[in-house]
């Protein structure tokens, strides 16, 4: 993203905004700030993609209130069941498609093959 690294302070003990906004996504960049104003957020991060390209990188806030270390847009965060919504979205959007066919068994269904560092990997079915 080529957009000029942003920072805003969050007033009280809250760390400072950091990252990049693209121009005509700052409404994201504002229900961001929303979640630290009205939600009483204590850390976040969050990027979308548009089109593939990166328009919001953002983080904000602390890791843990005890110790004052910022949230930053590298700091790991667990994401528990959030997986299984991506997974269905991906699926149906799969079958729309015509990639994906729900009423074949799941033992017929391809997964291709993926290519890692010059290295290609085949997806064998069981």
Do not use: W
Not at 23 to 47: H, K, M, T, Y
Not at 60 to 67: E, P, T, Y
């Amino acid at each position: 993203m080529d957009h000029n690294e942003e920072y805003m302070s969050l007033g009280s003990d809250i760390t400072a905004l950091t990252g990049n906004v693209a121009p005509g996504f700052e409404p994201v960049r504002d229900a961001f700030l929303a979640n630290f104003e009205q939600r009483l957020e204590i850390g976040a991060a969050v990027a979308v993609y548009h089109h593939a390209e990166l328009v919001v990188d953002l983080a904000a806030g602390v890791r843990d209130r005890k110790s004052g270390e910022p949230y930053t847009r590298e700091t790991l965060q667990p994401i528990f069941s959030v997986t299984k919504s991506v997974t269905a979205l991906a699926a149906n959007m799969s079958a729309d498609h015509g990639e994906l066919d729900f009423d074949r068994p799941s033992s017929c269904i391809g997964l291709g093959s993926v290519r890692l560092e010059n290295q290609e990997y085949q997806f064998v079915g069981y």
